[in-house]
């Protein structure tokens, strides 16, 4: 199994964690206006409120940039990897790594989808789920 450095949980974003687990892509949406916001926070920035609840996203979506980060090397990383911001259908852009492609044939626009994979998380050693995505089959 490979590893990735284990994520900084708060009560704000534990929901988003314990969707992954259950191979769900939550979304944290304004209680009050119901604004979807990505990445998870407090406070909505459209009207302030401090209420919140979450959708399961569809997990489709399209290419709306990406990265080859290169530098500095990390050793839990298989090279080349493509970083890319997902443009999801509910309308809220995610950061993720884009998988099963080859990075010469990634296009801004091209559809996508979630899937689910399992790391060991460091430096605990523990299951870490995290979403990533791959071409629309």
């Known amino acids: 199994m490979a ?8 009560p704000d974003t534990e929901f988003f964690w314990s969707g992954l687990k259950d191979n769900e892509l939550r979304i944290q ?18 009207c302030q409120s401090l209420k919140w609840d979450y959708v399961v996203a569809s997990g489709r979506g399209t290419v709306y940039s990406f990265v080859m980060p290169q530098y500095p090397p990390l050793p839990f990383l298989q090279y080349p990897y493509v970083v890319a911001l997902i443009e999801l259908d509910e309308g809220v852009r995610i950061v993720s790594n884009l998988c099963d492609i080859d990075p010469a044939a990634i296009e801004v626009g091209m559809h996508v989808e979630v899937f689910f994979e399992t790391f060991e998380a460091l430096p605990s050693g523990d299951e870490l789920v995290l979403h990533q995505f791959r071409p629309a089959g």
Do not use: N
């Open 29 to 46: 949406r304004c209680a009050d206006c119901q604004t979807l916001r990505v990445p998870p926070r407090p406070m909505c920035g459209t």
């Open 3 to 10: 590893s990735r450095l284990a994520p900084s949980i708060s």
